[in-house]
């Protein structure tokens, strides 16, 4: 898995640098303006896991004939549901999350209780999901709105977050010095600026970029995920000094 990070993050930096000479040899040969057509287009490859969406989105909701999340957690396909409400046990909200874990295990996640404390059902979400940017949408827009569809008892559902390393200028260096050598490669630096707000709910991570590779925003995501993935910090926020 680190390799294929790896590689990716490297595959990254490359096609940036190929984009960038293409477009000055098309400004610059001769005089003569080349069609941005004719240029070979990078891998679709290349873009495949830069953007994350939750299983829940809504963002296409004027062109979907229906909610297959929706459609799956109300229906009663099982001999002994008939779809109606559901008493609040640890039974019954696995067998609801059960009908939702298909559509995260698509994505590379799944979910998995925590706790349940009264009215309270607490989620951790797994794998892709666990650190995805869209992670709130998925627990509010889908596990919690399927919940509570099947199991009116329930109040609230909110994510449960793994324990991970403690938030500190040596554990970001150790996610930082993985990136560091492929920085070089494209003529650039990082390093960490500022730590602020260690105890609080949404600590951020203040890091500089210099070099080639400081404009590329796609290179900034694939840090910013890592560091969320070391860390399994729900509110952990990473800013650019610019």
């Known amino acids: 898995m680190k390799f294929t990070n790896n590689l990716a993050l490297l595959t990254l930096l490359a096609s940036s640098a190929n984009a960038f000479l293409s477009t000055w040899n098309t400004k610059h040969t001769f005089g003569v303006t080349t069609s941005s057509s004719s240029k070979n287009k990078a891998p ?19 062109t979907a004939t229906a909610d297959p999340m929706e459609a799956a957690v109300s229906g009663g ?24 874990r ?3 295990i698509q994505d590379g996640g799944n979910v998995a209780i925590s706790d349940i404390d009264g009215p309270v059902v607490k989620l951790e979400l797994q794998g892709a999901c666990g650190t995805c940017p869209s992670s709130t949408q998925t627990m509010k827009m889908g596990l919690e709105r399927g919940l509570k569809e099947r199991i009116p008892e329930i109040q609230e559902v909110i994510q449960s977050m ?24 494209a003529g650039g630096t990082i390093d960490i600026s500022s730590i602020t707000g260690e105890d609080s709910v949404a600590p951020t991570i203040l890091l500089k970029m210099e070099g080639a590779s400081a404009s590329l925003n796609s290179v900034k995501l694939e840090i910013v995920q890592r560091l969320q993935r070391h860390f399994m910090m729900s509110g952990l926020r990473v800013e650019w000094d610019e």
């Open 77 to 100: 396909n099982d001999d002994d549901d008939d779809g109606g409400p559901l008493d609040l046990t640890w039974d019954n909200v696995e067998k609801v999350l059960d009908k939702m």
């Open 44 to 62: 679709s490859a290349l873009v495949v896991g830069m953007t994350i969406v939750s299983p829940f989105d809504d963002a296409d909701s004027e």
């Open 102 to 104: 298909p559509y995260l």
């Open 162 to 185: 793994p324990e991970g390393p403690e938030l500190s200028e040596d554990q970001i260096n150790v996610v930082l010095d993985g990136v560091r050598p492929f920085l070089d490669v």
